[in-house]
């Protein structure tokens, strides 16, 4: 029967992840709990472990909250939105952490509006993601490409380029998968989380890489005519 054969495979992916998620927070745990023992039993340098016991707990609520963008928002806030707005507020929010990575984004926000349905913090966070690791991919500092058009296919379409490290053809098809992360300090669920999110809005989204040279993500939303003004 196929429906169960699809309800199946759900809860198996489901169990994929109840595992990876139950892992990545039992170590943090772990370790926390070892510290707190440590100082319990006054041995050691008690400000030694807060730096480590800080970071650790930082780990878990960065899980957590990523995922928590999973789950569907209660109230469902859907509504006409510029997409050119909201990813000129998101490069103003990653102002701060570009220039600490020796980063510049390029981004000419144009004045015409680029209107898209959706969820504005869901949005964000999509732009957020693929940009932070863009940013992160850069070890030596870099410039960032946003680029935005309105194609004739009607969609909008959302460039962001790095000149960073680049993705092996391998690696690109890993990427998105729960936990997969190449990095020291990564969750490995931003780009599963931006999938999903991308996915909901009926959009797509696509990486192009070359090794040294760097990696185009490129976002396309459904766009929609100019709304007609309320109130
Ligand atoms: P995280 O950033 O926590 O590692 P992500 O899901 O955001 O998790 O990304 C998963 C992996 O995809 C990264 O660890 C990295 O290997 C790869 N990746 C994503 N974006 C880029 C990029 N712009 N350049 C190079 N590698 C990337
Ligand atoms: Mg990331």
């Not at 340098?45 to 957590?64: G, H, P, Q, T």
């Not at 980063?103 to 004045?111: K, P, Q, R, S, W």
């Not at 993601?129 to 194609?151: F, L, P, R, T």
Request: charged fraction near 20%; hydrophobic fraction near 40%; charge should be negative.
């Amino acid at each position: 029967n196929e429906e169960l054969l699809i309800n199946s495979e759900k809860l198996y992916v489901a169990g994929q992840l109840a595992a990876g998620i139950a892992h990545e927070i039992r170590n943090p745990l772990t370790s926390l709990k070892g510290f707190l023992q440590l100082i319990a039993s006054g041995r050691g340098n008690k400000e030694d472990f807060y730096d480590i016991m800080k970071s650790e707990l930082v780990r878990i609520e960065s899980i957590v909250s990523e995922l928590l963008m999973l789950s569907k928002p209660q109230i469902y806030e859907l509504a006409f939105k510029d997409a050119r707005q909201m990813m000129t507020e998101t490069v103003n929010l990653l102002e701060t952490q570009a220039i600490l990575h020796n980063v510049i984004i390029e981004f000419h926000a144009g004045d015409k509006p680029l209107w898209v349905m959706g969820v504005e913090n869901q949005l964000k966070q999509v732009f957020i993601n693929v940009i932070k690791n863009a940013i992160e991919a850069m070890q030596n500092g870099g410039v960032v490409k946003i680029s935005m058009s309105h194609d004739e296919d009607g969609t909008v379409n959302i460039r962001i380029q790095d000149q960073g490290s680049g993705i092996s053809k391998e690696q690109l098809s890993k990427i998105g998968q729960p936990f997969y992360t190449t990095k020291d300090k990564g969750t490995g669920l931003g780009l599963m989380v931006t999938y999903k999110i991308v996915d909901n809005h009926k959009g797509q989204i696509t990486a192009e890489s070359e090794i040294g040279t760097g990696t185009t993500f490129i976002i396309r939303l459904p766009y929609y005519e100019q709304p007609i003004p309320s109130g």
